[in-house]
């Protein structure tokens, strides 16, 4: 090689390389912002709106993933595993400081993760904004300072984004393993995500595929998918066996799928959809019947199985009886998990809570106009990674809570995609660019 030709090749990986200074500016923005956050909002760390500590020290304590139903300790599986373990892992999560601090940095690394895909992307210095967006999002610091899942799913959404990414950039089996890992993990964290899980197989052969003359039948096009599936199922695997053996079923989600069908899907809700106006509240646990019946079994895994079909078959029964009205509660439903102004959580609102919903829904009207605009200009790229499979993932929140109960909050998973497109509307294209260079082994 030339000393010419070696400066060149210098030149081009310094170019290629990521500046780590910005890297050191998002982490440290990042644990800032959200710390402070947390320590606005510390006593709501001390809630369970979700019995996810419950569920955690019975962990601790009993080495049972359970419930106490009627003073009664049961095997359970009406929420995910994932962040009940890990809560476990803190000790249970009775240290709000612990819940703080895994809140802080699962925070940082969505923070991260989102400005890498932004780079790789070839958004260059904007990079910055795509990452600043992400730790402002309303969504992400109202839920960083309570003990629920958006947190952490937010960044495993990031993450397999980020895997998907790697992977188009440069295949290697390890890579698609970890994907479909991830994407598992991803499951356990939220349901949601299993039609995501099991739509990007076939889009990624279809799109990658037949992509440098290669036949979409032949072991190149056919191992990412494959592989990536292999790293879901050993993700998987286990909470379904556990399943298995006490429930009697392979459940790979969880038993609270009817009852969260049911929630939106009842004549009382419908009444609700036709007699008020839009936003008001809806008090299911005043509306809607009790689950339980006299010939119910004795608490424990078969309640559970026998509550959750019980909503299931109601649900259906209000769906196929009245099409109509479920057909606008659907578009209701898709309404409020992309709506931008949050929905009043009392009667009897304040002043300051009031401008602060509006705040927030001013956030949202200019991010969502800045991401169109993003996605516009960008639309060239919109069959490559990231672009491609945080679409997806936006389609795939939106079938799933077309039906099922929908709330602002549902979406936060696609925040890393809203803020991306965001951030393009605003930068150029810089070399190094997703599918710009792509080594292949």
């Known amino acids: 090689m030339t000393a010419a030709a070696a400066d060149t090749s210098r030149a081009a990986a310094g170019r290629a390389s990521l500046p780590l200074w910005e890297l050191a500016v998002v982490l440290i923005t990042a644990l800032l912002l959200r710390g402070a956050v947390l320590y606005a909002l510390w006593d709501r760390l001390a809630d369970d709106p979700d019995l996810y500590q419950e569920l955690a020290g019975n962990l601790v304590e009993h080495g049972q993933f359970a419930r106490r139903i009627d003073g009664v300790l049961v095997p359970t599986a009406f929420r995910p595993p994932l962040y009940p373990l890990m809560l476990a892992c803190l000790g249970g999560g009775e240290s709000m400081l612990a819940v703080a601090c895994l809140h802080l940095a699962l925070g940082a690394a969505t923070a991260a993760g989102v400005w890498l895909l932004a ?175 006299p010939d119910d079994p004795p608490p424990g895994p078969q309640r559970e199985l026998v509550h959750d079909g019980r909503a299931n078959a109601w649900a259906r029964q209000a769906i196929f009886a009245e099409p109509d009205r479920f057909a606008w509660s659907c578009l209701v439903r898709v309404g409020r998990l992309w709506l931008p102004l949050p929905h009043a959580t009392t009667p009897q609102e304040s002043t300051a809570r009031r401008l602060a919903r509006y705040a927030v829904g001013g956030w949202y009207v200019l991010l969502y106009l800045a991401a169109g605009v993003g996605l516009l200009r960008w639309r060239a790229d919109g069959r490559r990674a990231p672009w491609l499979w945080g679409l997806l993932l936006c389609f795939c929140l939106t079938a799933v809570h077309t039906l099922y109960f929908s709330n602002l909050r549902m979406r936060a998973p696609a925040t890393a995609v809203l803020c991306l497109a965001a951030a393009a509307a605003l930068s150029r294209r810089q070399p190094g660019a997703s599918g710009v260079t792509r080594a292949h082994t």
Request: contains cysteine; proline residues 7%; glycine residues 10%.
């Open 119 to 293: 780079r790789w992307a070839g958004l260059g210095r904007w990079s910055l904004l795509a990452a600043g967006l992400t730790i402002c999002d309303p969504i992400l610091l109202n839920q960083s300072s309570l003990v629920m899942t958006e947190t952490l799913a937010v960044l495993l959404a990031t993450a397999a984004l980020v895997l998907l990414t790697a992977y188009e950039r440069r295949p290697h089996t390890g890579t698609a393993l970890l994907t479909g890992a991830v994407l598992g993990l991803a499951c356990l964290c939220r349901p949601t995500f299993l039609p995501w899980l099991l739509l990007i197989p076939p889009m990624m052969w279809l799109v990658q595929g037949g992509r440098d003359g290669r036949s979409r039948f032949s072991w190149a096009a056919c191992r990412g998918p494959l592989l990536l599936l292999v790293g879901a199922a050993v993700l998987l695997s286990p909470w379904a066996m556990r399943n298995a053996v006490l429930f009697g079923k392979p459940i790979v989600g969880t038993t609270h799928g009817g009852y969260t069908l049911w929630l939106s899907n009842n004549r009382a809700f419908y009444d609700y959809l036709e007699e008020h106006p839009p936003g008001a509240l809806f008090d299911a646990e005043r509306e809607l019947p009790s689950l339980s019946a």
